[in-house]
DNA sequence: CCTACCGATCGGTAGG
DNA sequence: CCTACCGATCGGTAGG
């Protein structure tokens, strides 16, 4: 009846229980535990949410649209392969740094959703692997990628450095989110790149 | 008084421990899960470790002395710093690769560890990872290395690509691991060097 | 390696 | 958002 205000709530709650996955992990996390966190009873939480899994539901699913969203733009462009690629791992690393404690948890603790959001959401991050590798290989194709290069090697050590980004990223530093994307860009690319 | 046997059947539980701990997570697994997969009974499973943390214990710190005598070994050699580099992003790999499983856990589960061993632990991984810093600014001295990498993106984008190997790597593919460690280094160190 | 069991804690519901 | 509570499960121990 007050929509405003409780969707409001709810997000606080979602927010409270990214903090709490991030830092303990989804299983290790209790329902007491988040309640404390807001200064409410256990059972109260029950009125903004369904379940535990439900907030991690929530968590995942919103970054995956995210992240697809912005590859959506990238794939859009008009540009050369390795521009394509340049562009998508910034857009990767801007959605990360939007919310970096939501992305830890989508990187982490994904497989603790039951199915079939597991597969669903599997599904999700397969095809977007893929579309970075298509990118790859349209690079390899059109001779700006060395020939010689593993494409499952290469989109495999990209995801590394991108999924790993928020376990070390200091978004206090001086490093914007925009200039790490173009540096690790620079440092990926030029590794694959025919000198 | 049986000690050979005993070790013997201590080595199957913290296996099979380990397993477990990278299908579920640490804090998912339990003791009586653990003990299903063994065929015995969960208090059966205190004739041969301490506690559920004891196991996460020694696979995390075994793990971390397998790796940090491979990079003694590499630090010995008299050889530049590429090739050091290169030599250690193997030596990694190999270790790894002789226990895909503990590696996982020592990668995803060791935040579960209690005070003093998470401590330690991150100290030692701090520690290792620090060398590989050096060899990355050696490397930038002798003219190697381009002068304007970031030396922490640098070092750090190694990291997750090293570490998230268990995460996809087949060992049952025809990439061996120490080919698969010079693709890796070829790929990460002809990024650095300077064409 | 087992039976029998412990106190603690879990996610969640009923009913206000 | 609370009190009161549920059945299930947890890591681990006693005693054989």
Not at 25 to 35: F, T
Not at 73 to 98: F, P, W
Not at 176 to 192: A, H, I, R, W
Request: charged share 25%; hydrophobic share 40%.
């Amino acid at each position: 009846m007050e929509p405003v205000a409780n969707l409001s709530r709810k997000e606080q709650v979602i927010r409270s229980a990214a903090q709490l996955f991030r830092e303990k992990g989804y299983a290790a996390s209790s329902m007491r535990d988040l309640a404390q966190k807001l200064g409410i009873e256990a059972a109260s939480l029950y009125s903004h949410i369904k379940s535990k899994e439900g907030i991690l539901q929530s968590l995942c699913f919103d970054m995956a649209n995210e992240f697809r969203k912005s590859l959506e733009e990238v794939e859009k462009q008009k540009l050369s392969a390795s521009e394509k690629l340049r562009n998508g791992i910034i857009g990767h690393i801007q959605v990360m740094a939007k919310d970096l404690t939501a992305s830890a948890v989508f990187m982490n603790e994904h497989r603790h959703l039951s199915q079939p959001y597991l597969r669903d959401f599997l599904l999700l991050r397969i095809n977007y692997i893929n579309r970075f590798k298509s990118m790859i290989e349209d690079g390899i194709r059109m001779g700006e990628f060395k020939p010689t290069i593993d494409k499952k090697l290469a989109v495999m050590t990209l995801f590394s450095s991108l999924n790993w980004m928020p376990m070390w990223y200091d978004p206090e530093g001086d490093v914007v989110p925009t200039d790490l994307g173009e540096q690790l860009s620079d440092m990926l690319v030029n590794g694959l790149k025919k000198n």
